[in-house]
């Protein structure tokens, strides 16, 4: 009798539960176990597609009857050892398809089946030209300093990002006339002269004592007051894993936090610092993603997709403000990189520090129940005090630009005092809502509104233009009312434009810098704004990224406009996302020297969340809110899960909903006390029901143990995937959802 024939089992980025079998390519010999993890491209219909081999293994159908597979992409393995393990959990964790979470662990590029980059490093030099011309430059300009820094020889980007700011325009420049050129250096030849970092505190050093005194896996809640250097104990760490000769990872949440992260490590370590995050090129992200897969890249500052690099070296994994909900990837893939950076620590035996002055209710309960060890940082770092929190109670006052006269007067004698204020509005735009006065219309987008609910579109240019920030959409404004033609169209409400407008006028002598989605679209925007404000007096206007992690040594007060919306929410995280704002928000005021105040202005200050806050602190806040999690069966007390579908037409996601709910329903069973092990609610119309031209519905899951949950999806999916009415609309799972939206 023959031995079977064994295929390729190839993980492909299509949305099916399966892997899909195939003869190895022409020439290439018999499938083989070391093929797992290989980069193959293969006929899938009419389409080639890049897999990634999952297996090998004898073939459920003949193997001539098979297609045979174009070509191998790698000469080795890329996927393999303990990042391969973990992403097969992942994919089980998600319920999703093995293929998909394989292709989102690529960068784009090995995803597109291009080879394997080189991983060298960037410097720039004088060209000829540009050696001989060096005097004919205007003498003090940027172009001018950035070429003299070159004189002495080829100046790597990681060190001209120390050197000069804003050097990469003057770079292009000269560049573009023949004076500088960018060339290939490898990149163990950048390695920067490591400086001494302050002398910690006790409480700071009792948590780089805890970090060094991890012999392999251990998840660590470094819990710290904003400005207590949670940075300087991932330094000393950081510190002590590269002289092990070891690999280290930091997560941060935003793009906009990078850029200072990175200037703050690269002066500080004695090795190269890369970054990955989206605002780099494919190949830059594919090039990272190579250096940690040979062990060249050994300390990575990178966002969310930073989680799935190699690291075959891996001695630390950092996750900085692990609180925040950009770590949740909402779409495709829908994992929680702070999450799975814990799986990944415990896989690779290595521990994982969560730092932030707000942790997550998750991350708390964890530290409780004694599954992080809990370090806690309860004062600011050298001479720097807690800002001064006020309230400010706007009722029956005159508002300008939803600014009250109390609020202005504190400003302008913060300005007077030499230092910098910020004025914090998380709404972008000009104003919220463009309405006619004479007969109540307001202008909706077309894509997001139902005839049971309209969506405002936000007024931008000073209520000139129209523009959704759901979808997309955009318009000029009408120039009368499209019902009653009148000229009353007057834009109601205040974003973040509106406010930069009046303190521009008001206070014209300083510099008034607008820091939001809007103005940070070009790559190193945020960067050069801070820059252009420098230490002088000036006014910082900005939604939640200017609450994250920045660190502005003259910034003295910050102002808060507009917390009422957030207190009346009907999503039950809405009090944790408010209250972890504000605490972040307030943190950047006096975090030098100069004292700091906070002035909180609201309609409501008898609210319970503000006065908690105000008195006790964020811990009184989360203390208050897990016993009423706890008693509701909220996460993190309960497991939950999110069916989602969509469809151009309004009844397919209810439908297939339904259909869903009918599988899964015989699978409840109950406790010993008579309680559900399993809770449905649903269907429902999302709590947006229509976005970008699409109708939403959703299914929520619950259960009183997270192991009942995933058995639950492990019976159902297969049939949910074979009902008639996953045909006829977009379905998603969310495990673990962040956002019932």
Same mark, same amino acid.
Request: aromatic letters at 4%.
């Given at each position: ?105 690529? /960068?784009?590029?090995? +995803? ?38 070159? @004189? ?14 804003? *050097? ?13 050129? +960018? ?69 941060? /949440? ?15 370590? !004695? ?23 040979? !062990? @060249? ?24 403000? @692990? ?38 209710? @998750? ?52 300005? +007077? ?170 943190? +950047? ?49 309960? /497991? ?7 469809? /151009? ?81 977009? *379905? ?10």
């Amino acid at each position: 009798m023959n031995d079977p024939v064994h295929v390729l089992q190839v993980a492909l980025p299509v949305p099916l539960p399966q892997l899909f079998d195939y003869r190895p390519p022409p020439g290439s010999g018999s499938a083989m176990p070391s093929d797992v993890g290989r980069r193959v491209q293969v006929p899938f219909g009419p389409r080639m597609l890049v897999g990634v081999v999952a297996g090998v293994g004898p073939s459920t159908n003949a193997p001539a009857a098979l297609r045979e597979a174009t070509g191998w992409l790698d000469a080795a393995p890329v996927l393999f050892g303990e990042l391969d393990a973990s992403l097969r959990w992942l994919a089980r964790y998600t319920h999703a398809p093995l293929g998909e979470v394989l292709a989102t662990a690529l /960068p784009a590029a090995l +995803r597109r089946g291009e080879p394997l980059p080189a991983t060298h490093a960037w410097a720039w030099r004088l060209t000829g030209a540009g050696a001989a011309g060096l005097a004919d430059l205007k003498p003090d300009a940027r172009p001018r300093r950035f070429a003299a820094l070159l @004189e002495a020889g080829p100046r790597d980007e990681d060190a001209l990002d120390l050197l000069l700011e804003r *050097w990469r325009p003057a770079a292009r420049t000269l560049a573009g006339r023949g004076l500088v050129e +960018r060339i290939a250096v490898a990149a163990s030849q950048l390695a920067p002269q490591p400086h001494p970092g302050p002398i910690p505190n006790d409480e700071q050093q009792i948590a780089i004592d805890a970090v060094a005194a991890c012999n392999g896996f251990a998840s660590l809640l470094l819990d710290g007051v904003t400005g207590s250097g949670k940075t300087e104990v991932y330094l000393q760490a950081i510190a002590r894993c590269l002289a092990q000769g070891r690999q280290a990872l930091v997560l941060v /949440p935003e793009i906009g936090l990078t850029p200072q992260t990175l200037a703050r490590f690269r002066a500080r370590l !004695g090795v190269p610092v890369h970054a990955l995050h989206s605002g780099l090129s494919d190949a830059e992200r594919a090039r990272v993603w190579a250096a940690a897969l040979r !062990g @060249e890249a050994r300390v990575v500052v990178g966002t969310r997709s930073a989680v799935f690099l190699p690291l075959p070296q891996a001695g630390l994994i950092v996750v900085d403000e @692990e609180h925040d909900g950009s770590y949740k990837q909402q779409d495709g893939i829908r994992y929680h990189a702070r999450d799975f950076a814990l799986v990944r620590g415990k896989a690779l035996d290595v521990p994982v520090v969560l730092g932030s002055a707000t942790p997550s209710l @998750e991350s708390l309960q964890n530290a409780i129940s004694g599954r992080h060890l809990h370090l806690r940082l309860s004062r600011r770092a050298g001479d720097a005090r807690p800002p001064a929190v006020r309230v400010l109670d706007v009722r029956k006052r005159p508002l300008e630009a939803g600014l009250s006269p109390e609020l202005l007067a504190a400003i302008d004698q913060a300005l +007077r005092d030499g230092g910098q204020v910020l004025v914090f509005r998380n709404r972008r735009g000009y104003a919220p809502v463009l309405l006619c006065h004479d007969c109540g219309w307001s202008a909706h987008c077309p894509r997001c509104s139902t005839p049971e609910r309209g969506h405002p579109m936000t007024a931008h240019a000073v209520g000139r233009r129209l523009q959704c920030h759901h979808c997309g959409h955009r318009a000029p404004a009408p120039p009368a009312c499209p019902d009653c033609a009148s000229l009353g169209l007057q834009p109601q409400g205040v974003g973040t434009e509106r406010i930069e407008a009046l303190l521009a006028e008001r206070f014209g002598d300083v510099p008034v810098l607008r820091i939001d989605k809007g103005s940070t679209r070009r790559r190193d925007a945020l960067e050069d704004l801070f820059a252009e404000l420098g230490s002088r007096p000036g006014i910082l206007v900005g939604t939640q990224m200017l609450a994250k992690g920045h660190d502005l040594s003259n910034l003295t007060l910050v102002c808060v406009v507009g917390v009422d919306e957030g207190l009346f929410s009907a999503d039950f995280r809405a009090g944790e996302k408010l209250a972890q704002l504000l605490i972040q928000v307030a943190g +950047r005021a006096g975090r030098a020297q100069r004292p700091g105040l906070v002035l909180l202005q609201t309609h409501h200050p008898e609210h319970p969340l503000l006065l908690t806050l105000v008195r006790g602190g964020y811990h009184a806040f989360a203390a208050g809110e897990l016993e009423q999690r706890q008693a509701a069966g909220f996460p993190p007390f309960a /497991p939950m899960a999110l069916l989602r579908a969509e469809s /151009p037409h309004a009844e397919p996601p209810m439908a297939f909903l339904r259909a869903a709910r009918r599988v899964l329903q015989p699978l409840s069973g109950r406790t010993a006390e008579g309680a559900p092990t399993l809770t449905i609610d649903g269907p429902v119309a999302a709590p947006m029901p229509r976005r970008a031209g699409v109708y939403r519905a959703q299914l929520l899951l619950s259960a009183d143990h997270r192991g009942r949950l995933h058995a639950a999806l492990d019976a159902a999916l297969a049939a949910i995937h074979t009902l008639p009415e996953a045909r006829r609309a977009r *379905w998603s799972l969310d495990v673990d959802p962040l956002d019932l939206y």
